[in-house]
């Protein structure tokens, strides 16, 4: 079964440092990986996803199947970067459903 | 720009109760999803429909739980008779083509007392 891990429920960091934000996941395919944002009041929507490689507001995420991980990161924490954060795995055949991990609450301070 | 919405945004039900959540989702999308999270937790899957059926739905999605798209473009969860550990934030999602994104709703409040 598939299963994605955000060890950090909260992150907190100043304004201009770097931001990590971790996430594991197992799924015994090839997993296709996302990250979802959600801010304040407003609804998920989506931020990455592995297979186009961008970079979106400045954030990146490599997907690594050595440690089987896919952290987001950010050279420069932005205070509009406050929000919570879901890494989600599809597993394919069906309904091509998201298993979300538990989410990590990214707060910028200044 | 296209979205999904969600009505109600908050229903306070008594426990017992049908309760059915409303979902517009975009207009040429062609997968439709249903999740839910209860407060605290993460974001779970409760099923998906595709081509006027069911292609997949998870343990919570039981006899309880019923998804209809009655007229093209609602899609609708109906839960039979409510429980108090139903209440969750209940999102709902579509996607164009199998392997796009997901397009979320702003979610519907459900409040079971």
């Known amino acids: 079964a598939q299963r994605v891990t955000q060890p950090e429920k909260l992150l907190s960091v100043f304004k201009g440092a770097p931001v990590e934000l971790k996430c594991n996941y197992s799924?015994?395919?090839?997993?296709?990986l996302f990250w979802y944002v959600q801010y304040s009041r407003q609804r998920l929507q989506l931020l990455l996803r592995?297979?186009s490689r961008e970079s979106i507001k400045g954030f990146t995420a490599d997907l690594n199947k050595g440690e089987t991980s896919f952290h987001l990161k950010k050279p420069f924490a932005q205070e509009e970067d406050s929000a919570m954060y879901y890494c989600?795995?599809?597993?394919?055949?069906?309904?091509?459903?998201?298993?979300f991990g538990t989410g990590t609450q990214l707060k910028v301070e200044l | 720009e296209p979205e999904v919405t969600q009505t109600p945004s908050h229903q306070v039900t008594q426990m017992g109760q049908e309760v059915i959540l409303r979902c517009v989702p975009i207009?040429?999308?062609?997968?439709f999803y249903w999740y839910r999270q209860i407060l605290g937790q993460k974001v779970e899957f409760l099923v998906s429909?595709?081509?006027?059926?069911?292609?997949?739905k998870s343990e919570i999605f039981d006899d309880q739980f019923s998804v209809e798209r009655p007229d093209g473009s609602n899609f609708t969860l109906k839960i039979r008779s409510t429980k108090l550990e139903d209440s969750a934030m209940y999102f709902c999602?579509?996607?164009?083509?199998?392997?796009?994104?997901?397009?979320f709703g702003q979610g519907t409040r459900l409040t079971v007392v």
């Open positions: 429909f595709y081509n006027n059926e069911i292609s997949e």
């Open positions: 592995h297979i």
């Open positions: 999602a579509s996607k164009g083509q199998q392997n796009t994104e997901a397009f």
């Open positions: 989600a795995l599809v597993s394919p055949g069906g309904g091509n459903k998201l298993t």
């Open positions: 207009s040429n999308h062609l997968y």
């Open positions: 799924y015994s395919g090839s997993p296709e």
